[in-house]
């Protein structure tokens, strides 16, 4: 069975300071993909990344950087010099590669930029 | 702006009613998903319709349904509401349905639902 977990409910960071916010998942699929998503105060979930199970080559998207890691099954993500606007809930999400194509999404993590 | 567009944006119903959420997806999009979001079970996969037919089912209750129509729109029709079906649906659409990969979900802004 498939399962997402994000350990940390809630992270709060000074602004200008970096974060990480992590993600662990399951799965007993070899062909799997994995997503972040934003829900800012305004509600609406905002695609970030996704990544496959064959791609472990690290991304970087201007301050955002994502760690795929398939030795400890994470994917975790990281904001470099948090700003205000970054303030949300960061939800990590899994999609297996056979059968159906909808998203198993963790817990979330509230994090709250402090300026 | 993901392009998919949901309505109504707030819903305020009464238990035991039925109410109709619309979805239209991305233009181009013939995956539509129906996912729900509430304090206690977090984000979860209700349906899903590809190309009007139903492709998936996830935790969906019985008092549920949907459809896709030929233009692609798609409802989630509740019935004999509860109080715990106050939650927040979010419907999403994609590409294609991942036979070869799978591709990433642009959702809606979802109608808030609050059942008195």
């Known amino acids: 069975a498939q399962k997402v977990t994000q350990a940390q409910t809630e992270i709060s960071v000074v602004e200008k300071e970096d974060v990480t916010l992590d993600c662990v998942y399951e799965t007993r699929d070899t062909t799997y993909y994995l997503f972040w998503y934003k829900q800012p105060p305004s509600g609406e979930l905002v695609f970030l990344i996704r990544r496959n199970s064959f791609d472990e080559q690290n991304e970087i998207s201007g301050r955002y950087s994502w760690n795929f890691q398939k030795s400890t099954s994470s994917f975790n993500f990281t904001i470099t010099a948090s700003q205000v606007v970054d303030s949300a809930v960061y939800f990590c999400?899994?999609?297996?590669?056979?059968?159906?194509?909808?998203?198993?999404f963790g817990t979330g993590t509230r994090l709250t930029v402090i300026p | 702006d993901s392009g998919v567009t949901q309505t109504p944006k707030h819903l305020i119903t009464a238990t035991g009613q039925r109410v109709t959420l619309r979805c239209s997806p991305r233009s181009g999009d013939l995956s539509v998903y129906w996912y729900q979001q509430s304090l206690d079970q977090g984000l979860q996969f209700l349906i899903q319709y590809y190309n009007g037919e139903e492709r998936a089912k996830g935790n969906i209750l019985e008092r549920f349904s949907a459809q896709q129509f030929p233009d692609l729109h798609s409802e989630l029709n509740l019935s004999s509401l509860e109080l715990g079906d106050s939650a927040l649906y979010f419907c999403a659409s994609s590409v294609t349905p991942g036979l070869a990969r799978v591709n990433e979900q642009f959702f809606g802004p979802g109608t808030r639902l609050t059942v008195l």
């Open positions: 999400a899994l999609s297996e590669g056979t059968g159906a194509n909808n998203l198993f």
